[in-house]
């Protein structure tokens, strides 16, 4: 069975062996619209964009949910030496990233170093700023909504599979799924990934690009500069045990040198794959211990 809703700017579909109950999906749908309302920095009002607006020592008080992603967050900021960082903001607007998608050009501006740390501390569900520097959830947010929505439908269902906008949580107590990867330039199928639990997540510095001058800019930022990931790599997908570790592992990959990625990012994600494209096409599946060409 499979049923659709729209939010965070991609089609969500979910996929089970079972029809999901009206009330159920009922409920689903009120979370998705809440993520809409309360994670969103293009809104005004919502939680993350009230938590951006703080003075250093204000302490606002968040939704359950909100606080749990933030301290996910924060955990992997750190953890992670900045490599991930979700606090990017100003960064993203000051590279041209300033109003929804889609859009061709943009206007740069002047752009301060992101931070070095957190600029929130959370306590249960206050969270106090205590430094400078602006929350974009960005993908992690929509890997988390995706998460918690599966961890509701597990409850029900044996089999079934979340997609969002690039990003796969799935579960099967039976047959494993056969999760496609795409091309970014003419999205037709280039490999299968096979999943019985788990997660799969894909970046492509192709999505969401724009024009700045005659230059190419694009939404993946370094933790530490602030600006676009320089890559020889277009597109990596990695597939983990949790939707988290998936999204951020991409996130990294892009940064890093084989080196790194084998010293840091397997060290930090010893049960994560990664799935490279670089700019002529070739693929290359990378694992704790190495990596080979990727032959299908």
């Known amino acids: 069975m499979e049923r659709q809703l729209y939010s965070m700017h991609n089609n969500i579909r979910f996929i089970t062996n079972q029809r999901i109950e009206e009330k159920e999906w009922q409920d689903?749908?009120?979370?998705?619209?809440?993520?809409?309302?309360?994670?969103?920095?293009?809104?005004?009002?919502?939680?993350?964009?009230?938590?951006?607006?703080?003075?250093?020592?204000?302490?606002?008080?968040?939704?359950?949910?909100?606080?749990?992603?933030?301290?996910?967050?924060?955990?992997?900021?750190?953890q992670t030496e900045h490599y991930f960082s979700p606090f990017l903001l100003e960064q993203q607007r000051a590279n041209g990233y300033d109003r929804s998608f889609p859009f061709r050009?943009?206007?740069?501006?002047?752009?301060?170093?992101?931070?070095?740390?957190?600029?929130?501390?959370?306590?249960g569900c206050e969270v106090t700023r205590v430094g400078g520097g602006t929350i974009d959830l960005g993908g992690i947010g929509k890997g988390a909504a995706a998460m918690m929505a599966a961890q509701r439908l597990r409850k029900n269902q044996s089999r079934g599979l979340i997609e969002a906008g690039g990003d796969v949580i799935a579960w099967s107590d039976d047959?494993?799924?056969?999760?496609?990867?795409?091309?970014?330039?003419?999205e037709t199928e280039i490999a299968e990934i096979?999943?019985?639990?788990?997660?799969?997540?894909?970046?492509?510095?192709?999505?969401?690009?724009?024009?700045?001058?005659?230059?190419?800019?694009?939404?993946?930022?370094?933790?530490?500069?602030?600006?676009?990931?320089?890559?020889?790599?277009?597109?990596?997908?990695?597939?983990?045990?949790?939707?988290?570790?998936?999204?951020?592992?991409?996130?990294?990959?892009?940064?890093?040198?084989?080196?790194?990625?084998?010293?840091k990012l397997f060290k930090w994600f010893p049960n994560g794959r990664l799935l490279l494209m670089d700019?002529?096409?070739?693929?290359?599946?990378e694992e704790k211990g190495g990596q080979a060409i990727w032959t299908g």
């Open 194 to 263: 096979r999943l019985r639990q788990g997660a799969v997540a894909t970046s492509s510095r192709m999505y969401r690009s724009w024009k700045v001058g005659d230059r190419t800019n694009h939404h993946l930022l370094s933790g530490k500069t602030g600006r676009p990931i320089e890559s020889r790599f277009v597109q990596i997908t990695a597939s983990a045990p949790q939707l988290y570790e998936a999204e951020v592992m991409t996130k990294l990959a892009f940064q890093m040198t084989e080196s790194e990625r084998q010293n």
């Open 105 to 123: 050009r943009a206007v740069e501006s002047e752009m301060n170093l992101p931070p070095e740390i957190s600029p929130f501390l959370v306590e």
């Open 28 to 78: 689903i749908e009120q979370f998705f619209h809440y993520v809409d309302r309360q994670w969103s920095r293009f809104s005004s009002s919502s939680e993350v964009s009230q938590l951006n607006q703080l003075l250093i020592g204000q302490t606002l008080t968040v939704s359950l949910p909100l606080a749990r992603l933030l301290q996910r967050a924060i955990h992997y900021f750190e």
């Open 279 to 285: 700019e002529s096409g070739k693929m290359v599946a």
């Open 175 to 186: 047959e494993p799924w056969k999760i496609a990867v795409t091309d970014p330039k003419t």
